[in-house]
Protein backbone atom coordinates (compact mmCIF):
# COMPACT_ATOMS: atom_id res chain seq x y z
CA UNK A 1 0.00 0.00 0.00
CA UNK A 2 1.23 3.24 -1.04
CA UNK A 3 0.16 6.99 0.12
CA UNK A 4 2.48 9.97 -0.22
CA UNK A 5 1.50 13.36 1.99
CA UNK A 6 2.99 16.38 2.22
CA UNK A 7 2.97 18.90 5.20
CA UNK A 8 -0.05 16.84 6.96
CA UNK A 9 1.76 17.30 10.96
CA UNK A 10 -1.73 18.02 11.78
CA UNK A 11 -3.19 14.47 11.05
CA UNK A 12 -0.23 12.65 10.23
CA UNK A 13 -0.35 10.53 13.06
CA UNK A 14 -4.19 9.40 13.88
CA UNK A 15 -4.22 9.31 10.37
CA UNK A 16 -1.80 6.98 10.23
CA UNK A 17 -2.88 4.88 12.68
CA UNK A 18 -6.37 4.55 11.86
CA UNK A 19 -4.61 3.48 8.36
CA UNK A 20 -2.22 0.68 10.21
CA UNK A 21 -5.28 -0.58 12.34
CA UNK A 22 -7.55 -1.09 9.15
CA UNK A 23 -4.61 -2.49 7.02
CA UNK A 24 -3.81 -5.15 10.01
CA UNK A 25 -7.96 -6.60 9.31
CA UNK A 26 -6.69 -7.65 5.69
CA UNK A 27 -6.80 -11.76 5.82
CA UNK A 28 -3.15 -11.47 4.16
CA UNK A 29 0.18 -9.43 5.88
CA UNK A 30 0.25 -5.84 4.29
CA UNK A 31 3.12 -3.31 4.26
CA UNK A 32 2.32 0.22 4.33
CA UNK A 33 4.75 3.03 2.25
CA UNK A 34 3.94 6.56 3.27
CA UNK A 35 6.06 8.99 0.70
CA UNK A 36 7.19 11.88 2.04
CA UNK A 37 7.24 14.54 -0.79
CA UNK A 38 9.24 16.69 1.02
CA UNK A 39 7.82 18.28 3.62
CA UNK A 40 8.77 21.55 5.45
CA UNK A 41 6.54 20.69 8.80
CA UNK A 42 7.32 17.91 11.31
CA UNK A 43 5.33 15.27 9.16
CA UNK A 44 8.34 13.48 8.75
CA UNK A 45 9.51 12.94 12.42
CA UNK A 46 6.32 11.64 12.62
CA UNK A 47 6.52 9.41 10.13
CA UNK A 48 9.59 8.21 11.08
CA UNK A 49 8.43 7.71 14.71
CA UNK A 50 5.83 6.25 13.77
CA UNK A 51 7.77 3.68 11.01
CA UNK A 52 10.12 2.36 14.36
CA UNK A 53 7.17 1.37 16.20
CA UNK A 54 5.03 -0.41 13.48
CA UNK A 55 7.00 -3.28 11.57
CA UNK A 56 4.25 -2.93 8.95
CA UNK A 57 5.17 1.13 8.08
CA UNK A 58 7.95 1.86 5.58
CA UNK A 59 8.86 5.52 4.90
CA UNK A 60 10.05 7.35 1.87
CA UNK A 61 11.52 10.30 1.87
CA UNK A 62 13.94 12.76 -0.14
CA UNK A 63 14.79 16.30 0.39
CA UNK A 64 12.61 18.65 -2.39
CA UNK A 65 8.75 18.69 -2.77
CA UNK A 66 8.61 16.96 -6.35
CA UNK A 67 4.96 16.61 -6.85
CA UNK A 68 1.91 13.79 -6.38
CA UNK A 69 3.30 12.08 -9.29
CA UNK A 70 6.84 11.70 -8.22
CA UNK A 71 5.72 10.25 -4.93
CA UNK A 72 3.79 7.71 -6.15
CA UNK A 73 6.41 6.43 -8.40
CA UNK A 74 8.72 6.77 -5.67
CA UNK A 75 6.75 4.86 -3.46
CA UNK A 76 5.64 1.99 -6.15
CA UNK A 77 8.82 1.19 -6.55
CA UNK A 78 9.39 0.43 -3.03
CA UNK A 79 6.10 -2.01 -3.10
CA UNK A 80 7.16 -5.60 -2.44
CA UNK A 81 3.98 -7.43 -2.65
CA UNK A 82 1.72 -8.87 -5.22
CA UNK A 83 -1.17 -5.86 -5.30
CA UNK A 84 -0.54 -2.29 -4.87
CA UNK A 85 -2.78 -0.19 -3.46
CA UNK A 86 -2.63 3.58 -4.04
CA UNK A 87 -5.25 6.27 -1.58
CA UNK A 88 -5.33 9.01 0.49
CA UNK A 89 -3.55 8.61 3.74
CA UNK A 90 -6.68 9.84 6.11
CA UNK A 91 -8.78 7.33 4.37
CA UNK A 92 -11.20 9.59 2.42
CA UNK A 93 -12.66 6.91 0.30
CA UNK A 94 -13.34 4.86 3.12
CA UNK A 95 -12.43 2.88 6.06
CA UNK A 96 -12.98 -0.42 3.98
CA UNK A 97 -11.40 1.05 0.35
CA UNK A 98 -8.22 -0.93 0.73
CA UNK A 99 -10.12 -4.19 1.65
CA UNK A 100 -12.54 -3.34 -1.34
CA UNK A 101 -10.05 -2.72 -3.95
CA UNK A 102 -8.37 -5.89 -2.71
CA UNK A 103 -11.25 -8.04 -2.87
CA UNK A 104 -12.03 -6.70 -6.28
CA UNK A 105 -8.20 -7.60 -7.57
CA UNK A 106 -8.16 -11.21 -6.13
CA UNK A 107 -11.74 -11.85 -6.98
CA UNK A 108 -11.25 -10.78 -10.85
CA UNK A 109 -8.50 -12.26 -12.05
CA UNK A 110 -8.77 -10.40 -15.35
CA UNK A 111 -8.28 -7.34 -13.95
CA UNK A 112 -5.10 -5.41 -14.08
CA UNK A 113 -5.91 -2.20 -12.51
CA UNK A 114 -8.99 -1.38 -9.81
CA UNK A 115 -10.47 2.27 -9.69
CA UNK A 116 -12.53 3.42 -7.11
CA UNK A 117 -15.09 5.76 -8.75
CA UNK A 118 -17.82 8.45 -7.44
CA UNK A 119 -19.27 8.47 -10.40
CA UNK A 120 -20.81 5.07 -10.78
CA UNK A 121 -24.10 4.26 -8.56
CA UNK A 122 -23.30 3.83 -5.21
CA UNK A 123 -20.41 6.03 -5.41
CA UNK A 124 -20.49 10.22 -4.61
CA UNK A 125 -19.21 12.86 -2.71
CA UNK A 126 -20.09 13.59 0.93
CA UNK A 127 -18.76 16.49 3.05
CA UNK A 128 -16.87 17.60 -0.31
CA UNK A 129 -18.08 21.81 -1.79
CA UNK A 130 -20.70 21.00 -4.41
CA UNK A 131 -18.30 23.27 -7.32
CA UNK A 132 -15.50 21.13 -6.25
CA UNK A 133 -17.63 17.94 -7.02
CA UNK A 134 -19.02 19.08 -9.85
CA UNK A 135 -16.00 20.67 -10.99
CA UNK A 136 -14.22 17.14 -10.97
CA UNK A 137 -17.39 15.35 -12.51
CA UNK A 138 -17.28 17.57 -15.63
CA UNK A 139 -13.98 16.66 -16.35
CA UNK A 140 -13.63 13.40 -15.84
CA UNK A 141 -16.46 13.33 -18.50
CA UNK A 142 -14.48 15.32 -20.48
CA UNK A 143 -11.18 13.66 -20.00
CA UNK A 144 -13.45 10.50 -20.89
CA UNK A 145 -14.62 11.53 -24.39
CA UNK A 146 -11.38 13.25 -24.83
CA UNK A 147 -9.28 9.65 -24.13
CA UNK A 148 -12.20 7.65 -25.79
CA UNK A 149 -12.09 5.82 -22.31
CA UNK A 150 -14.56 3.92 -20.82
CA UNK A 151 -13.92 4.79 -17.45
CA UNK A 152 -15.91 7.18 -15.57
CA UNK A 153 -12.64 8.26 -12.94
CA UNK A 154 -9.66 9.20 -14.36
CA UNK A 155 -8.15 11.97 -11.78
CA UNK A 156 -8.26 10.00 -8.52
CA UNK A 157 -5.54 8.24 -6.91
CA UNK A 158 -7.57 5.57 -4.99
CA UNK A 159 -6.55 2.65 -7.09
CA UNK A 160 -5.67 -0.88 -6.77
CA UNK A 161 -2.60 -2.62 -9.06
CA UNK A 162 -1.11 -5.55 -10.03
CA UNK A 163 2.45 -4.76 -8.84
CA UNK A 164 4.00 -6.41 -12.35
CA UNK A 165 1.68 -4.01 -13.80
CA UNK A 166 2.26 -0.89 -12.30
CA UNK A 167 6.02 -1.06 -11.87
CA UNK A 168 6.49 -2.06 -15.45
CA UNK A 169 4.78 1.04 -17.13
CA UNK A 170 6.93 3.55 -17.75
CA UNK A 171 5.73 6.51 -16.21
CA UNK A 172 7.03 10.08 -16.17
CA UNK A 173 4.67 12.61 -14.63
CA UNK A 174 5.31 14.56 -11.51
CA UNK A 175 2.16 15.91 -10.91
CA UNK A 176 -1.20 14.87 -10.23
CA UNK A 177 -1.87 14.00 -14.43
CA UNK A 178 -0.30 11.17 -13.33
CA UNK A 179 -3.22 9.52 -12.75
CA UNK A 180 -4.32 9.85 -16.37
CA UNK A 181 -1.25 8.90 -17.95
CA UNK A 182 -1.48 5.74 -15.94
CA UNK A 183 -4.84 4.63 -17.19
CA UNK A 184 -4.07 6.36 -20.96
CA UNK A 185 -0.77 3.94 -21.14
CA UNK A 186 -2.18 1.18 -19.28
CA UNK A 187 -5.58 1.34 -21.76
CA UNK A 188 -3.18 1.38 -24.84
CA UNK A 189 -0.95 -1.18 -23.65
CA UNK A 190 -4.13 -3.63 -23.67
CA UNK A 191 -4.30 -3.63 -19.63
CA UNK A 192 -7.75 -4.32 -18.33
CA UNK A 193 -9.09 -1.59 -16.12
CA UNK A 194 -12.23 -1.91 -13.75
CA UNK A 195 -14.06 0.46 -11.26
CA UNK A 196 -15.72 0.22 -8.23
CA UNK A 197 -17.90 2.18 -6.70
CA UNK A 198 -17.05 4.58 -3.72
CA UNK A 199 -17.61 7.58 -1.97
CA UNK A 200 -15.25 10.56 -1.21
CA UNK A 201 -15.60 11.97 2.57
CA UNK A 202 -14.18 14.92 4.30
CA UNK A 203 -15.67 14.63 7.49
CA UNK A 204 -14.27 16.55 10.20
CA UNK A 205 -14.09 14.00 12.73
CA UNK A 206 -11.35 11.84 11.08
CA UNK A 207 -9.13 14.91 11.29
CA UNK A 208 -6.93 15.68 14.33
CA UNK A 209 -8.08 19.08 16.97
CA UNK A 210 -7.70 21.95 14.95
CA UNK A 211 -7.21 20.98 11.45
CA UNK A 212 -9.42 21.69 8.25
CA UNK A 213 -9.89 19.34 5.46
CA UNK A 214 -7.91 21.25 2.47
CA UNK A 215 -7.20 20.59 -1.16
CA UNK A 216 -4.35 22.11 -2.90
CA UNK A 217 -5.21 21.41 -5.95
CA UNK A 218 -6.04 24.30 -8.27
CA UNK A 219 -8.75 21.64 -9.84
CA UNK A 220 -9.41 24.24 -13.47
CA UNK A 221 -5.56 23.61 -14.04
CA UNK A 222 -5.59 20.10 -13.06
CA UNK A 223 -8.37 19.48 -15.79
CA UNK A 224 -6.77 21.65 -18.49
CA UNK A 225 -3.77 19.52 -18.27
CA UNK A 226 -5.29 16.45 -17.87
CA UNK A 227 -6.97 17.21 -20.94
CA UNK A 228 -4.29 17.46 -22.18
CA UNK A 229 -2.96 14.39 -22.00
CA UNK A 230 -5.90 12.66 -22.65
CA UNK A 231 -6.28 14.13 -26.35
CA UNK A 232 -2.67 12.69 -27.08
CA UNK A 233 -3.92 9.60 -26.54
CA UNK A 234 -5.89 10.01 -29.93
CA UNK A 235 -5.44 13.45 -31.57
CA UNK A 236 -6.20 12.43 -35.11
CA UNK A 237 -10.43 12.32 -34.14
CA UNK A 238 -9.88 16.01 -33.20
CA UNK A 239 -8.25 17.61 -35.70
CA UNK A 240 -9.73 15.11 -38.63
CA UNK A 241 -13.14 16.99 -37.12
CA UNK A 242 -11.31 20.49 -37.28
CA UNK A 243 -10.59 19.55 -40.76
CA UNK A 244 -13.85 18.14 -41.68
CA UNK A 245 -15.27 21.62 -40.62
CA UNK A 246 -12.81 23.98 -42.43
CA UNK A 247 -13.09 21.46 -45.38
CA UNK A 248 -16.98 22.02 -45.03
CA UNK A 249 -16.67 26.00 -44.51
CA UNK A 250 -14.20 25.97 -47.61
CA UNK A 251 -16.76 24.12 -49.85
CA UNK A 252 -19.70 26.56 -48.60
CA UNK A 253 -17.48 29.62 -49.53
CA UNK A 254 -16.41 28.08 -53.31
CA UNK A 255 -19.65 27.75 -53.73
CA UNK A 256 -20.64 31.03 -53.03
CA UNK A 257 -18.21 32.16 -55.28
CA UNK A 258 -19.23 30.00 -58.02
CA UNK A 259 -23.10 31.24 -57.71
CA UNK A 260 -21.62 34.75 -57.78
CA UNK A 261 -19.87 34.24 -60.65
CA UNK A 262 -22.92 32.73 -62.68
CA UNK A 263 -25.07 35.99 -61.32
CA UNK A 264 -22.66 38.29 -62.73
CA UNK A 265 -21.37 39.19 -58.70
CA UNK A 266 -18.04 39.74 -57.54
CA UNK A 267 -16.55 36.24 -56.52
CA UNK A 268 -13.04 36.46 -55.96
CA UNK A 269 -13.08 37.13 -52.76
CA UNK A 270 -15.79 33.99 -51.51
CA UNK A 271 -13.15 32.21 -53.49
CA UNK A 272 -10.11 33.22 -51.61
CA UNK A 273 -11.36 32.61 -48.46
CA UNK A 274 -12.94 29.30 -49.78
CA UNK A 275 -9.41 28.31 -51.18
CA UNK A 276 -7.59 29.05 -47.60
CA UNK A 277 -9.78 27.36 -45.73
CA UNK A 278 -9.17 24.41 -47.90
CA UNK A 279 -5.37 25.06 -47.84
CA UNK A 280 -6.12 24.50 -43.88
CA UNK A 281 -8.03 21.82 -43.84
CA UNK A 282 -5.41 19.53 -45.67
CA UNK A 283 -2.54 21.04 -43.72
CA UNK A 284 -4.56 20.43 -40.16
CA UNK A 285 -5.65 16.70 -41.92
CA UNK A 286 -1.80 16.56 -42.36
CA UNK A 287 -1.38 17.06 -39.39
CA UNK A 288 -3.66 14.59 -37.57
CA UNK A 289 -2.33 12.32 -40.04
CA UNK A 290 1.53 12.80 -38.18
CA UNK A 291 -0.22 13.21 -35.01
CA UNK A 292 -2.16 9.53 -35.41
CA UNK A 293 1.41 8.16 -36.62
CA UNK A 294 3.31 9.73 -33.63
CA UNK A 295 0.79 8.19 -30.96
CA UNK A 296 1.10 4.89 -32.64
CA UNK A 297 4.72 4.96 -32.19
CA UNK A 298 4.73 6.55 -28.79
CA UNK A 299 2.59 3.62 -27.51
CA UNK A 300 4.83 0.92 -29.30
CA UNK A 301 7.83 2.86 -27.58
CA UNK A 302 6.06 2.59 -24.28
CA UNK A 303 5.39 -0.92 -24.77
CA UNK A 304 9.20 -1.24 -25.52
CA UNK A 305 9.87 0.57 -22.15
CA UNK A 306 7.75 -1.75 -20.34
CA UNK A 307 9.10 -4.51 -21.67
CA UNK A 308 12.95 -3.48 -20.23
CA UNK A 309 11.58 -2.33 -16.96
CA UNK A 310 9.57 -5.64 -16.55
CA UNK A 311 12.98 -7.72 -17.43
CA UNK A 312 15.21 -5.21 -14.98
CA UNK A 313 12.26 -5.99 -12.27
CA UNK A 314 13.23 -9.77 -12.61
CA UNK A 315 16.67 -9.48 -12.72
CA UNK A 316 17.26 -9.43 -8.89
CA UNK A 317 15.01 -12.24 -8.12
CA UNK A 318 16.38 -14.50 -10.84
Not at 42 to 70: M, P
Not at 189 to 198: D, Q, S, T
Request: hydrophobic share 45%; aromatic share 6%.
Amino acid sequence: MVCPFYNEEAILADSVTRLLERVDTLPDPCEVIIVDDGSTDRSLAIAQDLARRHAALRVVTYAANRGRGYALRAGIEEARGDLVITTEIDLSWGDDIVHRLTEALRSRPDADIVVASPHLSGGGYVGVPAARARLSAIGNRMIRIAAGSPLTMHTGMTRGYRRGVIQALPLSSDGKEIHVEILSKALALGYRVHEIPAVLRWDAHKLARGARRRSSTPILHTIVTHLTLAAGVAPFRYLFVASALLAVGGGGFMGGAVYSLLTDRVAIFLAIVGFFLGLFAFLVLAVGILAGQNSVIQRELSRLQMDLRRARLQRPHE
